[in-house]
């Protein structure tokens, strides 16, 4: 125990030294420009196996590149593609979060589980609660404990299961959401430096994070019930604990919401009848008749962003209207003001984000360093599941010290992201197995920013409740997720499964062309 303790202390240490993302980005950015000068003097070169160019490494402190960061900021940050993506679906998610759409579906859900299955129940809500933002950590894991209560079981184990669902399986979820938007988002531009076509939609890993929750769940649902609980022990009430006082996220529906909640399952219908015939009908703009075999649907894919946007709107607005938390349409567009100004933070790491992105792309080191690796590692001949388990591992050691996901993804993908592309992986496979890493560790380490609200959740029940309970309740499924998730993306791989619709494994790059030596 001792030398896990030193372990953590390390990571707490080295964590805590981290600065902001936001000046991580530009540190990032000034080390980039040095390199750049490095680069360029020695000549650093290699041939796009993909476009035939040939790529040199440029000085990002020229005349041209720095027109292009000064009288080009406003655009390059315009240009940056997961902004627009998220803010467009934030406008929706925001009023069916602020509506109670979110909060009602989850409380819903988990107060009216059966008992027999009550954890699995808990688990699958708790992964498609990503989609309520914040709300899944404050609404399912609180509450999943008190249900746990109610039945008679061990209110810590439904609380460690609900955390293990919410945060472990954080690459989860049934539907794509604002998650997909963003992480997707960010790999597009990163499979740009190689392809300049490259598209990617929001479907890109939809399947893959159904298999993460087809996966994790019976994980979850043995450990909880075999391991977690009876190490537990029978549950007593510890005196001095306040799990008495119910908060409103643990009361049962009103009429009111209930009747919100019936809106919008009609309104989710209609939507899904509007977009079907849409698809349906004759000069459909979602079918392209003239694209290559299997590329038809594309345009449908690529409408899922706004398909996603415009259902969490109009779900929200008849989740509102039903249980009176809409008064008029000023409501719903102050919802959308309120959402945008949450999303203040990721705006600002944003900036600094999409600049790096784009002076990678000016400077050339990016593609460069993809290209002359690639090559390397095609020497080596490792097979794709070996190299797509050490993104999964890379993802997990940096998750340990950088809690925020878009930040490592927007320095990790212009290196990764084409790298793999050359060796014939995906930029959607490689994204799945980043976001497989970052997911699995999240529980283990109390660097995650939820950690002491966790614990502030369990010590209701039992005051003597530390950190090094918590720690060694999660751990477990921590582990296991890892073992799992490895064997996951591996299998995946080997066995060729699509990871959404129209999107394979593999990229088949152009003939391979021998890259020039620095």
Not at 5 to 14: A, D, K, P, Q, T
Not at 484 to 510: C, F
Request: with cysteine.
């Amino acid at each position: 125990m001792s030398a896990g303790s030193g372990f953590l202390n390390v990571v707490e240490r080295i964590g805590n030294r981290l600065p902001d993302p936001v000046f991580l980005f530009l540190w990032l950015i000034l080390g980039l420009v040095v390199l750049s000068l490095v680069g360029a003097g020695l000549g650093w070169s290699a041939v796009n196996p993909v476009t035939g160019e040939l790529m040199a490494a440029q000085r990002l402190l020229s005349r041209e590149n720095l027109e292009k960061l000064i009288i080009g900021m406003p655009r390059t940050l315009a240009d940056f593609p997961p902004l627009a993506i998220v803010v467009t679906i934030i406008y929706g998610a925001a009023v069916a979060e602020r509506t109670g759409l979110f909060d009602s579906a989850i409380r819903g859900a988990l107060l009216n589980a059966p008992k027999a299955i009550l954890t699995p129940v808990v688990v699958i809500v708790g992964m498609m609660s990503h989609h309520a933002s914040d709300a899944s950590y404050v609404v399912v894991i609180p509450l999943a404990a008190v249900i746990f209560a109610a039945a008679g079981r061990h209110p810590l184990a439904g609380l460690a299961a609900g955390f293990a669902a919410v945060s472990g399986g954080y690459a989860g979820n049934l539907f794509p959401g604002s998650q997909d938007a963003l992480i997707l988002g960010i790999t597009e531009p990163a499979a740009r430096l190689i392809d300049p076509n490259y598209s990617v939609n929001i479907a890109g890993n939809w399947f893959f994070i159904i298999g993460v929750v087809v996966l994790f769940t019976p994980i979850v649902w043995f450990l909880t019930d075999r391991v977690i609980e009876p190490r537990l022990g029978a549950w007593t009430p510890v005196p001095g604990a306040s799990q008495t006082a119910a908060t409103p996220e643990e009361q049962a529906l009103t009429p009111a919401q209930k009747k919100g909640l019936a809106f919008a399952g009609l309104a989710i219908l209609g939507m899904i009848a509007l977009w079907t015939l849409l698809t349906l009908m004759p000069g459909s703009p979602f079918i392209d008749p003239e694209a290559e075999p299997g590329q038809e649907f594309n345009p449908l894919y690529r409408s899922l962003i706004a398909f996603f946007a415009i259902l969490f709107f109009v779900a929200g607005g008849a989740y509102g209207a039903g249980a009176g938390t809409v008064k008029s349409h000023r409501d719903m567009v102050r919802m959308m003001g309120e959402g945008i100004a949450q999303l203040a933070p990721y705006i600002v790491l944003a900036f600094f984000a999409a600049h790096f992105v784009a002076m990678i792309n000016w400077s050339g080191l990016g593609p460069i360093l993809a290209v002359n690796a690639a090559a390397v590692l095609r020497e080596v001949h490792l097979p794709a599941p070996v190299l797509l388990i050490a993104v999964v591992l890379v993802s997990c050691v940096f998750d340990l010290f950088i809690g925020s996901a878009s930040a490592k993804w927007s320095a990790l993908a212009p290196i990764v992201v084409p790298m793999f592309m050359l060796l014939g992986i995906s930029p959607e496979m490689t994204t799945a197995a980043y976001r497989m890493g970052d997911s699995v560790t999240n529980i283990a380490t109390p660097l995650m920013s939820y950690f002491p609200l966790i614990l502030t959740f369990a010590q209701r029940w039992d005051p003597r409740f530390g950190l090094g309970s918590l720690m060694a309740t999660m751990l477990p499924y921590a582990g296991s997720f890892l073992v799992a998730g490895l064997i996951m993306v591996a299998a995946w791989v080997a066995l060729d499964l699509p990871l959404g619709p129209g999107v394979g494994v593999h990229y088949e790059p152009a003939a391979a062309v021998a890259p020039v030596a620095p």
